[in-house]
């Protein structure tokens, strides 16, 4: 779904299970594939194209910026650090904390399973930030502040806690009931890369 669309960029609510982007196995049934066939308006000879900021996982739904032009993607992308980002989890167990800061080193190994260290030669500083909005005795949603955006970062500080997202079963436990990941990308707010505008958007969270 088309969140917002102007002359330089395009902010999607991107449902679960699809790619952001293609892999060596899927090239078609990705978010990319499909916006640069709405952009060229199904005329396979258009130069119009798109252009990726950020991604999300296939298991993660919400809010995705993309580029019309390689200037915008550009500018995107080096205010990046300055664009909030805020997302749901529901996580298992109950959390002690009300809120609270993770901070670890994160590396990635040969089998692509990310992992926290404590060695700062290996791993890219990563912080996330948490709070409970609501929980009982077996779950708890959790409102997340992503201020950095490694790779499967808020999957892999919470699973470290002792609270995996549940349906992860990456970094998780295997879970019958629960046959996707809950989580949810639910806003972003950025500056526009031309017009200098604080812009602000919000995914509904999905029904399971």
Same mark, same amino acid.
């Given at each position: 779904?088309?969140?917002?669309?102007?002359?330089?960029?395009?902010?999607?609510?991107?449902?679960?299970?699809?790619?952001?982007?293609?892999?060596?196995?899927?090239?078609?049934?990705?978010?990319?594939?499909?916006?640069?066939?709405?952009?060229? @308006?199904g005329?396979?000879? +258009?130069?119009?194209?798109i252009?990726?900021?950020?991604?999300?996982?296939?298991e993660?739904?919400? !809010? !995705?910026?993309?580029?019309?032009?390689?200037e915008?993607?550009?500018? &995107?992308?080096?205010?990046?650090?300055?664009?909030?980002? @805020?997302?749901?989890?529901?996580?298992?167990?109950?959390?002690?904390?009300?809120?609270?800061?993770?901070?670890?080193?994160?590396?990635?190994?040969?089998?692509?399973?990310?992992?926290?260290? +404590?060695? #700062?030669?290996?791993? @890219?500083? +990563?912080?996330?930030?948490?709070?409970?909005? @609501?929980?009982?005795?077996?779950?708890? &949603?959790?409102?997340?502040?992503?201020?950095? %955006?490694?790779?499967?970062?808020? #999957?892999?500080?919470?699973? %470290?806690? %002792?609270?995996?997202?549940?349906?992860d #079963?990456?970094? %998780?436990?295997?879970?019958?009931?629960?046959?996707? &990941?809950? &989580?949810?990308? #639910?806003?972003?707010?950025?500056?526009?890369?031309?017009?200098?505008?604080?812009?602000?958007?919000?995914?509904? !969270?999905?029904?399971?």
């Amino acid at each position: 779904a088309i969140l917002y669309e102007d002359r330089d960029i395009l902010v999607v609510d991107k449902p679960a299970g699809l790619l952001t982007m293609g892999t060596d196995f899927v090239k078609t049934r990705t978010a990319y594939f499909f916006l640069t066939d709405y952009v060229r @308006k199904g005329y396979s000879r +258009s130069r119009s194209r798109i252009f990726i900021v950020h991604r999300l996982d296939r298991e993660t739904s919400g !809010v !995705v910026i993309f580029a019309k032009n390689v200037e915008a993607k550009v500018r &995107l992308q080096d205010q990046w650090k300055n664009t909030e980002k @805020k997302y749901l989890a529901v996580v298992h167990g109950q959390c002690a904390k009300m809120s609270g800061t993770i901070t670890t080193y994160l590396a990635e190994n040969k089998a692509h399973n990310v992992y926290s260290t +404590s060695d #700062r030669t290996k791993g @890219k500083l +990563s912080t996330t930030g948490y709070k409970v909005l @609501k929980q009982t005795k077996d779950a708890a &949603l959790l409102e997340l502040d992503l201020w950095t %955006g490694r790779k499967h970062q808020i #999957r892999v500080h919470l699973a %470290g806690i %002792g609270h995996a997202v549940i349906g992860d #079963r990456k970094y %998780g436990k295997e879970d019958r009931d629960h046959t996707r &990941l809950a &989580l949810h990308a #639910r806003s972003i707010s950025f500056k526009h890369p031309f017009s200098g505008q604080q812009l602000t958007f919000e995914a509904q !969270v999905p029904v399971y």
